[in-house]
């Protein structure tokens, strides 16, 4: 066996707990085990960081064939060793073809951690741990098929199915092709973290949706149940939205509504993909939606997810560590523009249930908007107590902050994540209704823009 191949399959063997590496170096029948055991060694003590160099660099996407311990052997090889030993064989010219962005990417950490030397970089390796441990959630899309089903699947593709877990420890120890049903969700696959599905069939099909465990509790909790009508007022790129549709089980209706054009082309895709065909989506800007218009009458769930700083998204964790976190103008900026669209959400006549999220670790973004919007409006709403066994709660700012969620890469082994949900304090009859009195309106700054609509059908798979 060649050396490369040889350590990938040792490196492989000891991520997934096969054996010691002495062990399995000496299993391995490769004659140099000395430069073995050494090249295993030291790619294994670069890890997180060849995870993240190979990850922002798109290596395993381009490649496919590459399998990822071997690409991080190589990696290591082309960036942090001595270069390729033995001239490295068919696998040069493959890596020189990615040389000048691998090195790009390793720049990019080192400049972001302020180090200079290779070594110093260890270091990041270990500030990454709790981000680049995350594991890689999968979402079966019941549009299309059954958690059940796709565990064969996997199973069939050698993967070995762990059952459903009872805690998040047993989520953390995933390794190698093990998977895991969530402790929580029942429709949630658990990965070992760097596993990569993009070009997995199922993935292509629609019938999976990659998508991290935090960032879907806010259509589970909106819960609404098949024939109602729905606004996801800031939709694209759309994976909360498929997700509603798939809790409708595509009966009802589901307002969708994004100002970016190109946030809502690709958002048609994923829909299309998914098989989703009770949702109508539309460029516009939410806080021009009358909440007086006819076509509304009907919403009775929000969801709303608004633009934010991103402070706990997974991806700028692992990019940038060291991110300096948002200015006090940009907090001030996003936290007036969250504050006017979730009170304009609380005037929608009909309304009984909203779900607020961010994937903002900001106090301003998150507990100050509800408690505000809260103060602020005119009909009587509250937060509603949920998931009482979730371990991160609500900042203690306001009475009441403790029924919000949080969720971050420490305590709930997911991204940084904020979800409040709000719901009106008593059922109103229709006659009542008729009563409430109009909240004051919501300035809007943003110039009414053309309404475009499309229809998004089902796509077979
Ligand atoms: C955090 S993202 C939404 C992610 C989406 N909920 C998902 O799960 O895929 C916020 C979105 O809000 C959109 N947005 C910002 N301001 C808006 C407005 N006034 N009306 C509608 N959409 C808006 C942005 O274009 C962006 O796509």
């Known amino acids: 066996m060649a050396l490369y191949a040889a350590a990938a399959a040792v490196l ?44 922002s660099a798109g290596l395993l996407r381009a490649e496919k064939k590459l399998r990822p311990h071997l690409a991080k052997v190589l990696v290591f090889e082309l960036l942090l060793g001595k270069g390729f030993r033995g001239g490295g064989g068919r696998w040069k010219p493959l890596l020189a073809r990615h040389q000048a962005r691998l090195k790009a990417e390793l720049a990019r950490l080192k400049v972001h951690r302020g180090v200079s030397r290779n070594e110093d970089l260890l270091e990041v390796g270990s500030k990454l741990g709790p981000a680049s441990q995350v594991p890689r959630f999968v979402r079966v899309n019941t549009l299309k098929t059954c958690p059940d089903d796709v565990v064969d699947y996997f199973k069939r593709q050698g993967f070995s199915y762990q059952g459903r877990a009872s805690s998040l420890e047993e989520l953390r120890a995933l390794k190698g092709k093990h998977f895991a049903l969530d402790l929580l969700l029942p429709e949630l696959l658990v990965f070992p973290a760097q596993t990569d599905l993009h070009e997995h069939p199922l993935y292509q099909a629609g019938h999976l949706i990659l998508q991290d465990k935090a960032s879907c509790l806010p259509a589970m909790l909106l819960a609404p149940p098949p024939g109602s009508h729905v606004i996801d007022a800031c939709a694209a790129p759309g994976n909360k939205t498929s997700h509603l549709a798939a809790i409708l089980k595509n009966q ?210």
């Open 12 to 55: 492989a063997g000891v991520e997934n707990r096969q054996g010691s590496l002495k062990g399995l170096v000496y299993a391995s029948n490769f004659q140099n085990v000395k430069q073995l055991y050494a090249l295993v060694c030291e790619t294994q003590r670069y890890s997180a960081v060849l995870d993240a160099v190979i990850a």
């Open 252 to 461: 009802g209706k589901i307002f969708a509504f994004d100002l970016d054009a190109k946030r809502l082309a690709s958002m048609a895709t994923l829909l299309a993909r998914a098989g989703v065909s009770c949702c109508e989506l539309a460029e516009e800007d939410f806080l021009a939606v009358s909440p007086s218009d006819t076509r509304y009458a009907q919403v009775q769930y929000i969801l709303l997810d608004p633009s934010c700083s991103g402070s706990g998204m997974l991806s700028r964790q692992l990019e940038e560590p060291a991110a300096e976190p948002p200015s006090k103008e940009r907090l001030c900026a996003l936290s007036a523009f969250q504050l006017r669209v979730l009170r304009h959400a609380l005037s929608f006549p009909a309304l009984q249930r909203l779900v607020y999220s961010t994937c903002s670790l900001c106090q301003e973004e998150n507990e100050d908007v509800v408690r505000d919007a809260l103060q602020q409006s005119l009909r009587p709403f509250r937060l509603v107590p949920i998931l009482p066994s979730w371990p991160h709660r609500g900042l203690d700012t306001f009475p009441g902050a403790e029924h919000c969620l949080r969720a971050s890469p420490e305590t709930t082994l997911t991204g940084g994540f904020f979800v409040a949900v709000i719901e009106r304090a008593e059922v109103l009859s229709s006659a009542s209704l008729a009563e409430v009195p109009t909240p004051a309106p919501v300035p809007s700054p943003v110039p009414k823009r053309k309404r475009r609509r499309k229809a998004v059908a089902s796509e077979g798979t």
